[in-house]
């Protein structure tokens, strides 16, 4: 997969940012990926739509190990069509929103949330925007 947005937060995340993914699903292949990161380097929240079985995965990478999978059968993406995604936070959960749907709900594991600093999307799909911000501020 190729890194194709990458952003650093100083202060860490909070709730009420939002992160808006628009693109184009014009592989075969489950090629796209979000990624928020802690200051340590593990992965917070992974969020990846799987095109092969349709359906969207939830995840976290702590302490060199994966978690226990979330899998959501709501899937609203269609290969070889535009798509959006939006992923954004409240102070309990991760929610994920593909085609206005929303298609994941997912606990935070990693606490404090100032902890997650940074933000990967990657993707061998076209990507036409990418937003992070935080209600009216930009974070980029």
Known sequence: LTLRFEAFCAGGLAPGWSLLVQGHSDSGEDKFEINFLSEAGDIAFHVKPRFSSATMVGNTFQGGRWGQEEVSGVFPL?????????????????????????????????????????????????????ELARRDLSWW
Do not use: C, N, Y
Request: no cysteine; net charge negative; charged share 25%.
């Open 78 to 130: 269609v290969l070889g069509e535009p798509f959006e995604m939006e992923v954004s936070s409240d102070a309990e959960h991760f929610h994920v929103h593909a085609q206005d749907h929303k298609v994941l709900q997912f606990a935070h594991r990693h606490r404090p949330l100032a902890g997650i600093t940074r933000v990967q999307v990657l993707s061998d799909h076209r990507l036409a925007q990418v």
